[in-house]
């Protein structure tokens, strides 16, 4: 199961601490992060999280999700 909890226009490291706690209280192995940018430290925390808890955490920008490209490799 997938999950997606939050949106937000710069998502710092605060942003994913949050939504970390989420995805481990709901026992989800996989999360979608949609944001307008990421903080060096929002990318640092999500590539931690996955090598220590081997949960991931896809950070997609609102320019991501309107690639066409991306968006059928997501589909």
């Known amino acids: 199961p997938y999950t997606?909890?939050?949106?937000?226009?710069?998502?710092?490291?605060?942003?994913?601490?949050?939504?970390?706690?989420?995805?481990?209280?709901t026992k989800r192995k996989k999360g979608f992060f949609v944001g307008f940018?990421?903080?060096?430290?929002a990318i640092t925390?999500?590539?931690?999280?996955?090598?220590?808890e081997h949960i991931s955490i896809v950070p997609l920008t609102?320019?991501?999700?309107l690639d066409e490209t991306i968006a059928q490799k997501l589909a």
Request: avoid cysteine; hydrophobic fraction near 40%.
């Open 4 to 25: 997606t909890l939050f949106r937000s226009d710069k998502v710092g490291r605060p942003d994913i601490d949050k939504f970390e706690a989420a995805m481990i209280r």
């Open 37 to 41: 940018d990421f903080s060096s430290d």
């Open 45 to 52: 925390e999500i590539g931690r999280f996955f090598r220590t």
């Open 62 to 65: 609102v320019k991501d999700i």
